[in-house]
């Protein structure tokens, strides 16, 4: 576990467990060893914090490349922070340079690390669920590893889209996780990814209960490199 990883679950972890209280279900399905894609919804900025806080092993989360090149004082800051914790940049412009997020992954999770994925490509607009990119499937199918289905609830409402920080008594948080999902064997053509990420994103609803949207939520910035090709 890097070793600003290990200093933020002995100090941030805590913090937010006796401020928030999460409810933690399902854990059980969290491997204690070996690799595996957690895809989850994807409410707000809070919800890489809650979930760091609740599983016990390192997580490596996917960052917009742009974090990793901030200039000034800042952009130094920022690149320290993510490259301590073990975040992988991803480039967002598309192209040969936004699949080097793959190329970072699939190591990590051949060699029994934890790697996050939010097949929704953006935080929801609305707080309902949209229809998943084929990322986390393919992500998982190279690696050879199974996909944990993650349900958040109550992120958004701690911490807002343009809140700075969670809000302690603004909202009971819960982490669900759900079986693993291996789809080991299956082939890796358009259409079987599609079936399958439609297959993760039912089992993200049946956690979060969410209203699904069967379509892609709009992006707030840039496309997502883990879009459909």
Known sequence: MPLLYTIGKLTVAPTLRLAFRPTVEGLEHVPETGGAVFAGNHLSVADELFLGTVVPRHLAFWAKSEYFKGAGVKGAISKFVLTGLGAIP????????????????????????????????????????????????????????????????????????????????????????????????????????????????????????????????PPRAHPDPTRDA
């Open 90 to 217: 991803v480039e967002r412009a598309g192209g040969r340079a936004a699949l080097s997020a793959f190329d970072a992954a699939i190591p990590a999770l051949r060699g029994g690390d934890l790697v996050v994925v939010y097949p929704e490509g953006t935080r929801s607009p609305d707080g309902r669920l949209y229809r998943g990119r084929t990322g986390a499937a393919r992500l998982a199918l190279s690696a050879g590893v199974p996909i944990i289905p993650v349900g958040m609830i109550g992120t958004d409402k701690a911490q807002p889209i343009g809140a700075r920080v969670p809000r302690p008594g603004t909202a009971k948080i819960t982490v669900r996780f759900g079986k693993p999902l291996d789809f080991t064997g299956r082939p890796d053509d358009r259409a079987s990814l599609r079936q399958m990420t439609d297959e993760l994103m039912s089992e993200i609803q049946k956690l979060t209960g969410q209203e699904y949207v069967p379509r892609y939520a």
